[in-house]
């Protein structure tokens, strides 16, 4: 149903859109112009705030844009190459298995290095450059560790409209066993749910690197998953369907096997 009264902010999955536009519009051939497009296009949709109220976020899409624009001026001068067709075959717990992705968006610069490019509409880092969110990394690190695996191991950046993440080429050697690794949870998963929450999971590697300390990554996992007191509810709202196996943390990590996966 369409809500009666006229929005004066926007909400996040309208703001996470117009971004998901923008990368798209710097996919095309004339950029600039179509990043602009975008941002005036935006202005009197049903989902965008009207009049004087609609100049806040246009700006802030404005800035996006233009942050999106400087940020990937390297991939903009890069000379694509083609789609590469990654094949990988092993044997992981006993089972013979066949991984096949295709990678876009490797790129060679001016220099001639060679980069994989990614891009996410989620914010990476916060204005002091830390970082805000891990979960959006998941895909392109998953793309970082075949191209290592399958011998073709290169940088990649990841691109958003909040910062950038780089990650050096991997090892065979430690690519080969991160991959592994992977594998064996992924057919554990195939049979069974696993006690693990992304968010959750990130929550608790961040605390558990900076502190050293068990206890405290325990405390801001839990913080993550079971929320920070206010409007709980059992189990978890945005943690369907694991939410209904495991209430809460203590029940997730009961088992032990969080800290491990």
């Known amino acids: 149903a369409v809500p009666e009264h006229e929005p004066f902010t926007v909400d996040h999955l309208t703001h996470y859109q117009a971004v998901e536009a923008l990368l798209t519009a710097l996919r095309q051939g004339d950029s600039s112009a179509a990043l602009a497009r975008v941002v005036n296009e935006r202005v009197g949709r049903g989902e965008w705030p009207l009049a004087g109220f609609a100049d806040p976020p246009q700006r802030l899409l404005q800035e996006t844009a233009e942050s999106l624009w400087q940020e990937a001026a390297d991939w903009r001068s890069g000379e694509e190459e083609s789609p590469r067709l990654l094949v990988w ?3 992981i717990a006993n089972r013979a298995l066949q991984i096949e992705h ?6 060679r610069g001016p220099d001639g290095m060679r980069r994989l490019w990614q891009f996410t509409a989620s914010r990476l880092r916060t204005k002091d450059n ?14 970082h560790v075949l191209l290592a695996v399958c011998g073709e191991a290169v940088p990649t950046r990841v691109l958003s409209p909040a910062g950038t993440v780089d990650w050096p080429a991997l090892s065979a050697d430690v690519a080969t066993a991160w991959w592994q690794q992977l594998l064996a949870c992924w057919l554990q998963g195939q049979v069974r749910a696993l006690p693990l929450e992304a968010k959750t ?3 608790w590697a961040v ?3 900076k502190a050293d300390d068990d206890d405290k ?9 079971d929320g920070s007191g206010f409007g709980m509810v059992s189990p978890p709202a945005d943690k369907a369907p694991g939410g209904w196996i495991w209430p809460d943390f203590d029940a997730l990590a009961a088992s032990g096997e969080f800290a491990d996966i």
Do not use: C, N
């Open 89 to 91: 075959q092993g044997v």
């Open 207 to 209: 605390e558990a690197v």
């Open 201 to 203: 999971a990130f929550a």
């Open 217 to 225: 990554a325990l405390d801001a996992a839990a913080t993550v998953y």
């Open 130 to 143: 830390k970082m805000s969110s891990w979960h959006p990394l998941l895909q392109p690190w998953l793309q």
């Open 102 to 107: 295709a990678v876009k968006d490797i790129r």
